[in-house]
């Protein structure tokens, strides 16, 4: 069966220092995978998305990037986090071709 | 472009009352309808889906059918526990694209 991690799960950061946060899927292979941010009491909010290795597409514009150096690795950054950049990140997978996506368990990041 | 709107929140409920959440869609093509589900402190989960029309997604005692003529696609539970609060989400994929849209979610809280 397919899995999906993220870490850390909780992470405190003060302004300006540099992000990065990883998603890997276990089960699977060529997934489009997804980062996603949610502002807190907020829905969802697509930040970047993939369809394959060094295949990245970016949703909103913003001080995060990312990046996908391993078919089923999925690597959020940042070089300088502002206050802004607090929120969950959710990482999230489906098969090439099908739309459900399959969500992680999240990381909750806070900037200070 | 292809969307969702959803009830707004938030809902409480005592335990054993019926659950109803409105979703309602806009799509030039023939759209797959979901509805996920978010525990506090979670990632997202899949609760069901419902790829064509006049079909019925099901699962945990929740209900949704994909009713074409009205373009909505409820969220219904007969009779919810403490354990169904949570944030729950309506989704659609938007046709030839791999992202979905998402609602912005509707918090619902079950009191004992």
């Known amino acids: 069966s397919q899995t999906i991690h993220q870490w850390p799960a909780t992470l405190v950061q003060p302004v300006g220092s540099p992000l990065s946060l990883e998603c890997t899927v276990e089960?699977?292979?060529?997934?489009?995978l997804y980062w996603y941010r949610q502002a807190a009491g907020r829905g969802l909010q697509l930040l970047f998305y993939?369809?394959?290795?060094?295949?990245i597409s970016s949703e909103v514009p913003q001080n995060l990037s990312a990046s996908r150096p391993q078919d089923r690795q999925f690597i959020l950054s940042s070089k300088k986090l502002l206050l802004s950049d607090s929120g969950f990140y959710l990482c999230?997978?489906?098969?090439?071709?099908?739309?459900?996506?399959?969500f992680g368990p999240g990381t909750r990041l806070l900037v200070l | 472009g292809d969307s969702v709107t959803q009830m707004e929140g938030p809902v409480t409920l005592s335990e054993e009352a019926f659950l109803t959440i409105n979703c309602t869609y806009t799509?030039?093509?023939?759209?797959?309808l979901f509805w996920y589900v978010q525990y506090p402190g979670e990632g997202l989960q899949l609760l069901l889906k419902?790829?064509?029309?006049?079909d019925k997604g099901s699962n945990k005692g929740f209900e949704a059918t994909y009713r074409k003529e009205t373009t909505s696609f409820h969220l219904e539970k007969g009779s919810v526990q403490v354990s169904d609060s949570a944030v729950y989400f309506c989704?659609?994929?938007?046709?030839?694209?791999?992202?979905?849209?998402f609602g912005a979610g509707t918090t619902v809280t079950v009191r004992a």
């Open positions: 999230a997978w489906s098969a090439g071709g099908a739309k459900t996506q399959y």
């Open positions: 419902a790829t064509k029309a006049d």
């Open positions: 089960g699977t292979s060529n997934p489009n």
């Open positions: 799509a030039t093509g023939y759209p797959s």
């Open positions: 993939s369809v394959g290795i060094g295949q």
């Open positions: 989704a659609l994929d938007p046709s030839n694209d791999y992202k979905l849209s």
